[in-house]
């Protein structure tokens, strides 16, 4: 039996009005976000972070993996967003000050990519809440070697729950360890027995 609580976990695949809501909520003016998306739905929003979100972004097949650990063995995850060839991860706000600090406790060095972590003072794109119809006469193949930024875990709560930086510490050693034993380097030393949640 999961020690998760399954009612923490979203998987919408578009954003919903209660989802807008709480990204717009991230904009020193909602109003003006909502306004943009109700004459654009398929456009991306610069959004500022450290307030509603922060958000930690990773290669994308590194990415996959810890989302992938997340589900599987954790309690989930909020929204999730992918573009240009990276995963963004939203977590709560202040996880992308902590994170890199817990990682580096665990001797986190060569064994994974790099993190991009984005907080207070910093914004980052969000995908639109609809994805946009590729244009006609497009072939599958030219849609296909940009994809454009969407959403995984669309939001679709006014409050979504978000993994803290302990959450993601634990589901990205967990992933490097993988990584490591998959490239036959030595993996990461583990993570603390008791996890917090």
């Known amino acids: 039996m999961s020690r998760w609580p399954r009612e923490i976990q979203h998987t919408a695949a578009f954003v919903t009005p209660a989802g807008a809501d709480w990204l717009a909520s991230a904009s ?11 004459q654009h739905p398929s456009a991306s929003v610069a959004l500022p972070c450290g307030t509603a979100f922060d ?9 996959r993996r810890v989302v992938s650990r997340l589900w599987t063995d954790g309690p989930g995850t909020g929204p999730v967003a992918a573009q240009g060839g990276r995963v963004m991860l939203f977590t709560t706000p202040g996880a992308a ?5 817990l990682l580096g406790w665990e001797e986190w060095g060569a064994t994974a990519p790099p993190l991009l972590c984005y907080g207070w003072g910093d914004a980052v794109t969000v995908p639109p ?3 946009p119809d590729p244009p006609t006469g497009e ?8 994809p454009a930024p969407r959403w995984l875990v669309a939001p679709d709560v006014r ?7 302990e959450v993601l510490l634990w589901a990205c050693v967990r992933a490097a360890r993988a990584v490591g034993t998959d490239l036959g ?13």
């Not at 020193?28 to 943009?36: E, I």
């Not at 409050?159 to 930086?165: D, Q, V």
């Open 28 to 38: 020193h003016s909602p109003r003006d976000v909502h306004a943009l998306w109700a």
């Open 129 to 131: 809440l609809f994805p």
């Open 159 to 165: 409050n979504p729950w978000l993994p803290g930086p």
């Open 55 to 63: 958000v930690v972004s990773m290669d994308a097949l590194f990415g």
């Open 185 to 197: 380097t030595t993996p990461v030393t583990s993570a603390p027995a008791v996890f917090p949640g």
């Open 139 to 146: 072939s599958s193949a030219d849609t296909a070697a940009a």
């Open 97 to 101: 000050q902590r994170l890199p600090a």
